[in-house]
């Protein structure tokens, strides 16, 4: 059964941290560009970070310098590291596993940045 499990989501005050984990099913990681995703209430999805099979990253300029991906393909999970989160970070995360021909997404966990 092909999936991915997010978790690690909840609520944190501003300046605080997470971790992110994503749980994949083995047959879409290894060879799989994998992302981050984040949709706030009223806004379109958006792009977070990606990390392709050969650990190129990329992140949205809004989280550059606080937010780290990275892979475990022993592990199959993709990991998201916050740090100095914001309130504007508040959204549904999302994790993404695609190839040129195919995309799965998760079912998303929710991140609160609030005091």
């Known amino acids: 059964q092909v999936q991915l499990v997010e978790s690690g989501g909840g609520l944190v005050q501003p300046g605080g941290s997470l971790r992110l984990s994503c749980a994949a099913s083995g047959s879409i990681f290894s060879g799989y560009t994998l992302g981050w995703y984040r949709q706030a209430p009223g806004k379109q999805r958006e792009l977070v970070a990606i990390?392709?099979?050969?650990?190129?990253?990329i992140y949205a300029d809004s989280v550059k310098g606080r937010f780290a991906i990275s892979r475990d393909n022993a592990k199959n999970t993709l990991y998201l590291q916050m740090y100095s989160l914001k309130p504007e970070d508040t959204a549904v995360y999302y994790c993404k596993s695609e190839t040129s021909n195919v995309a799965y997404w998760g079912q998303g966990t929710q991140v609160t940045v609030s005091s």
């Open positions: 990390i392709t099979t050969n650990g190129r990253t």
